[in-house]
Nanobody, 121 residues
Framework: QVQLVEFGGGLVQPGRSLRLFCAAS????????MAWYRQAPGKQRELTAS???????DYADSVKGRFTISRDDAKNTVFLQMNSLKPEDTAVYYC???????????????WGQGTQVTVSS
């Protein structure tokens, strides 16, 4: 099976930066698209940023110019660098990935358990 584990969440003041990590483990053959979603209290989960296996990226309008997604395929890890954080960035951030496992005929979609990011003075 596959496990996605996020690290790096916490409490940070507005205007500061935070870096999230998500590491995938298991009998992995290949990881295709990787993404970060977030869910604020009382709101639906939304796509924040995504990155393809070729390195193409996409961002929600609300984070463009402030957040950067990247990946290290050698370590099966995806990162989210968050700069100029705002109180409205407060949410639980979830890692998501399309992963092909040994012995599987197709990829499947997996979620991490989430990490809390709180932006407050």
């Amino acid at each position: 099976q596959v496990q996605l584990v996020e690290f790096g969440g916490g409490l940070v003041q507005p205007g500061r930066s935070l870096r999230l990590f998500c590491a995938a483990s298991g009998t992995i053959v290949n990881i295709y698209k990787m993404a970060w979603y977030r869910q604020a209290p009382g709101k639906q989960r939304e796509l924040t940023a995504s990155i393809t296996s070729g390195g193409g990226t996409d961002y929600a309008d609300s984070v463009k110019g402030r957040f950067t997604i990247s990946r290290d395929d050698a370590k099966n890890t995806v990162f989210l660098q968050m700069n100029s954080l705002k109180p409205e960035d407060t949410a639980v951030y979830y890692c998501n990935a399309d992963i092909m496992l040994w012995g599987s005929r197709s990829s499947a979609n997996y979620w991490g358990q989430g990490t809390q990011v709180t932006v407050s003075s």
